[in-house]
């Protein structure tokens, strides 16, 4: 179940406008860069291979507790679960 779940969640971002390219620049910064060097920047990510590439390259990362970093801030994920898990962990078991 978890898996599905994930593929659609991957898929709806699929789905959505833009790119993570899109989020990572301010759009000033989007507007006066070159094609071509936008073409690198997806290429470095990863971007420019198929959608079912990158969701299988995204779950192997995930199974081995690499979950990228935040487009916002730029930490990676791992800490923000980490930091926010007893919390929730507290919530959970006191309600």
Known sequence: ????????????LELTPGD?????????AL?????????????SLGL????IVRYFLWL????????GYSLASGV???DIVLD?????LNFLFLH
């Open 20 to 28: 993570a390219v899109s989020y990572m620049l301010p759009p000033d």
């Open 76 to 78: 990676p994920i791992k």
């Open 31 to 43: 507007m006066n860069i070159k094609p071509a060097e936008l073409e690198q920047i997806r290429e």
């Open 48 to 51: 420019n291979q198929p959608f």
């Open 84 to 88: 926010r898990l007893p919390a929730t």
């Open 60 to 67: 192997g990362d995930v199974l081995q507790g690499n979950f």
């Open 1 to 12: 179940m978890i898996l599905v779940i994930s593929f659609l969640i991957y898929l709806g």
